[in-house]
């Protein structure tokens, strides 16, 4: 079974500053990772699949990068909505969903 | 628009069942395979179970594999979750999540399942 291991586990940052959030898998997922956002009393929303490929509706300071085992997710200069909870993700070869543990960027 | 809307959460005893649906709309429903997510009070997320979009092929996590039972009714474009013999772990918001082979595109709001005596 892969392991997602997300660093760090809180982020504290002010507006405008730029974050990097980092996915760690313990073998290798190819490209096929997604990160999610979470918002307090919030269903997840898709923000990048397949590494670097923003959904729908995502806005180009949200980026991310990596293959293999590493992976991260960029916020280029954070505005007062993106606080929240990210979730990387990605399926093994068998249907299974796995969830790394997620990193809390909040406001310093 | 995509809508998934969950209903049947609730308060249950250990050891009990309940049934959750999930309404899909906006889409073609049975082109796609569908799954549930759970998150415990201030915890992370936590696949379920998945099913594909005919019916045919079922996963489940090892935590819940033989207590859970994911169903779908194309023709009523709802997807299901039993649960029975319920633990406090169980305890937890029930999301379900359309899928697109590597990601989860659209998501419910999520309904809360408490188990508790």
């Known amino acids: 079974e892969i392991v997602l291991t997300q660093s760090p586990a809180t982020l504290s940052l002010s507006p405008g500053e730029r974050a990097t959030l980092s996915c760690r898998a313990s073998?290798?997922?190819?490209?096929?990772l997604a990160w999610y956002q979470q918002k307090p009393g919030q269903a997840p929303r898709l923000l990048i699949y397949?590494?670097?490929n923003r959904a729908t509706g995502i806005p180009a300071r949200f980026s991310g990068s990596g293959s293999g085992t590493d992976f991260t997710l960029t916020i280029s200069s954070l505005e007062p909505e993106d606080f929240a909870v990210y979730y990387c993700?990605?399926?093994?070869?068998?249907?299974?969903?796995?969830f790394g543990g997620g990193t809390k960027v909040e406001i310093k | 628009e995509v809508q998934l809307v969950e209903s049947g959460g609730g308060l249950v005893q250990p050891g009990g069942s309940l049934r959750l649906s999930c309404a899909a709309s906006?889409?073609?429903?049975?082109?796609?395979?569908m799954n549930w997510v759970r998150q415990a009070p201030g915890k992370g997320l936590e696949w379920v179970s998945y099913?594909?979009?005919?019916?045919?092929?079922?996963y489940y996590a090892d935590s819940v594999k033989g207590r859970f039972t994911i169903s779908r009714d194309n023709a009523k474009n709802s997807l299901y979750l039993q649960m029975n013999s319920l633990r406090a772990e169980d305890t937890a918001v029930y999301y379900c999540?359309?899928?697109?082979?590597?990601?989860?595109?659209?998501w419910g709001q999520g309904t809360l399942v408490t188990v508790s005596s």
């Open positions: 999540a359309r899928d697109r082979l590597r990601w989860l595109d659209y």
């Open positions: 906006g889409f073609t429903f049975s082109s796609y395979e």
């Open positions: 099913i594909s979009s005919s019916g045919s092929t079922i």
């Open positions: 073998q290798s997922v190819s490209s096929y």
């Open positions: 397949d590494a670097s």
């Open positions: 993700q990605q399926r093994s070869n068998w249907g299974a969903l796995t």
